[in-house]
């Protein structure tokens, strides 16, 4: 299993038990690796874990726009803390690191392969996918508008 996967359960462990115990994040991080973190890890891995785990708490009400604007009928607070923690890993990856999109998503399902269920899978990918979709669209209209602004300026030199 390659460290970047390994990073993104650590980090999915992490936000399991922030959702569950509602600690903050440097409590969080360091309970983590004092009692259930990994000793073999690298630092780099380490620090990539943190980093997810971190800023997906600190931009929660961001990533779980999202998910939401893709989960109909279900809200959030009702999903299994795994699957919706699995997505805003995923989310908040999508949103604010540079890993390609498909990248994300094929990660996302192969820790949801280990740590849920296989119907939880194909919820995930569902909405991780659709929201792929939305962001995809949205960069093109931002490259669409930058090209007009671009041709306007341009134009009025």
Request: net charge negative; with cysteine.
């Amino acid at each position: 299993m390659g460290t970047r996967r390994k990073a993104r359960e650590c980090a999915l462990q992490m936000l399991f038990a922030a959702d569950v115990a509602k600690m903050s994040s440097d409590v969080l991080t360091r309970d983590y690796w004092n009692e259930l973190g990994e000793p073999e890890l690298d630092e780099g891995t380490r620090e990539f874990a943190n980093r997810l785990a971190v800023n997906t708490l600190h931009e929660l009400e961001k990533v779980d726009e999202r998910v939401r604007s893709r989960a109909e009928h279900w809200r959030i607070e009702r999903m299994a803390i795994v699957d919706r923690n699995v997505l805003r890993l995923a989310v908040y990856e999508f949103l604010y690191e540079p890993t390609p999109h498909t990248v994300v998503i094929n990660e996302a399902l192969e820790i949801a392969r280990r740590f849920s269920t296989f119907e939880a899978t194909q919820f995930i990918n569902g909405i991780l996918d659709a929201i792929k979709h939305d962001l995809e669209k949205e960069a093109a209209k931002r490259d669409k508008a930058e090209k007009k602004n671009e041709k306007t300026n341009s134009s009025s030199l």
